[in-house]
Each structure stands twice: as structure tokens, then as C-alpha cells.
């Protein structure tokens, strides 16, 4: 090879290096606005500066797990099945087909806080519909001071029509009791509002994760289908030993 081709390969190989970094970092640049603007946070002082409270909190919108999970590849270098073994972990993990999902992060300096009951505290306005937590990380329940963050889940269905509680609906907006701590009494309820309008879920319906997950619910509504029919067998062959005896019975009155 000659020098001026061996100069050319080098300028080529030097021009795709920073091509592909260039279109990683603004990838990662992409993923990282996502990330932020499905989260938001709060700084709170108590007056006599004897208790800071930040509160961090995000929705777990469509758009917001595929960044995560592509910002969680990127970083471990994954290969296609490392990630989505990672989106079905945390897709089953989030249970967003019956649930809404929330990560809230709290981080108390000075006097501790005592949230004990956490669910009591918390208000989502879907619309014009209030909703209460279904289920939470209870270590939330113990002394907080420091950090510590977990998992809140709103339902996304009403238990008596089986409709979804996020049809039509625009905004979430969430609301702490600012009873929670000295710092937020001051400033009354922490309120956090997100725009799910054009949030799609359906999106995450897409490759093995979906598919591993869709088996999933299956298999669990195949479960409960055969418990639903082992009960009704239950209450039929009550029925038809009653039937028998009352034949039997019949018959016996029909030979007198």
C-alpha cells in the first residue's frame, strides 16, 4: 500500500470516528432531555434552617422508558439481548399495563422526617378523577434523613367499569401534603404536574420484551380462567347432586 493511500485509510477511519462519536453524543444529548423532562423537583427549607428537603420525582411515560433503557445500553455497551432482557425486566417490574408508575427520590438533610402512612399523603388528579396509591415502597414508611428513593403506583383502570382512568386524560397532577416535613408545611402542597397527552404506551408493544410480556399475561389469565371454571364446576356438581336427590325423590313418590 502506499503512503498516500495508507494517509487516505487513516483520514477515513479518523472522519467515521468522529462521525459515530458525534451522532453518540447527540444521541446521549437526546436521551438525556428525555430523561429530565419527565422528572420534576422541589427544594424545600425549613424557616429556621434546621431541615432541607428536596423531593425528585418521575413519571414513567413511554417515551421516558425507551430513553432509559436506550442511555442504559449505551452506557453497558449491551448487546440487542442484553437490552431487551433489560426493557422485559423493567416493564414487568413497572406493570404498566395495570398500573401507573411513579420513581419518587427524597433527600432530607438535618431533622429527619417522618412520612409514616407514605400512601396518606399522596393525591393524583387524572383529569377530574382523584386516585390514591394501590401500592408503594414502604421503606418510605421508616425515619427519613438522607437519601432514599422507590417505586409508587397509582391503579389505571377503575375497579367497577374496567375502563382506563387515563382515557382522554391530558395532565397528571400529583399532590404531597406539605405536612410531610417542617421545610414544605411553610410552603403548603407539593404539586407536580406532567403533560401525558401525547405519551403512547402502545409503543412499548414492540420486540421480544413485548412479547415475553404478552406470554406473561396469558399464562396468568389462562390461570385464572382455570381457577373461574374449577369454581363454577364446584357450584354445578352441587346443582346436579341436588338434582339427583330430588329425582330419586320423585321417583320414590311416583311408585306410592
Not at 485509510?9 to 428525555?34: C, N
Not at 426493557?87 to 412520612?115: C, I, K
Not at 393525591?123 to 414502604?138: F, I, M, N, Q, R
Not at 406532567?194 to 406473561?216: F, H, Q, V
Request: zero cysteines.
Amino acid at each position: 500500500m502506499t503512503l498516500k493511500k495508507r494517509v487516505m485509510k487513516k483520514m477515513v477511519m479518523l472522519a467515521a470516528g468522529v462521525v459515530f462519536l458525534f451522532v453518540s453524543s447527540a444521541h446521549a444529548a437526546v436521551e438525556d432531555r428525555v430523561l429530565k423532562d419527565w422528572t420534576r423537583s422541589g427544594d424545600y427549607t425549613e424557616s429556621g434552617g434546621g431541615q432541607q428537603v428536596r423531593i425528585r420525582v418521575t413519571y414513567y411515560s413511554a417515551e421516558y422508558i425507551e430513553a432509559l433503557v436506550r442511555s442504559e445500553a449505551e452506557k453497558n455497551l449491551w448487546t440487542e439481548d442484553e437490552e431487551e432482557r433489560y426493557r422485559y425486566n423493567l416493564l414487568r417490574t413497572l406493570d404498566l399495563e395495570d398500573r401507573v408508575a411513579f420513581h419518587f427520590d427524597f433527600n432530607v438533610m438535618g431533622t429527619p422526617v417522618y412520612l409514616q402512612p407514605f400512601d396518606r399523603h399522596l393525591k393524583l388528579y387524572a383529569g377530574k378523577k382523584v386516585l390514591e396509591p394501590v401500592d408503594y415502597d414502604k421503606r418510605f414508611n421508616f425515619k427519613l434523613q438522607g437519601q432514599r428513593d422507590g417505586m409508587v403506583w397509582f391503579p389505571r383502570y377503575d375497579e367497577k367499569t374496567g375502563k382506563s382512568l387515563l382515557n382522554g386524560v391530558k395532565d397528571l397532577r400529583l399532590i404531597i401534603n406539605g405536612s410531610i416535613s417542617q421545610a414544605t408545611t411553610r410552603a403548603g402542597d407539593v404539586r407536580f404536574v406532567w403533560d401525558i397527552s401525547k405519551d403512547d404506551p402502545s409503543t412499548l408493544n414492540r420486540g421480544t420484551a413485548a412479547a415475553r410480556l404478552e406470554m406473561d399475561r396469558l399464562i396468568k389469565r389462562v390461570d385464572k380462567l382455570r381457577a373461574d371454571r374449577a369454581k363454577l364446576q364446584e357450584q354445578l356438581n352441587v346443582i346436579d347432586k341436588e338434582l339427583n336427590e330430588v329425582d330419586n325423590r320423585v321417583g320414590e313418590l311416583q311408585r306410592q
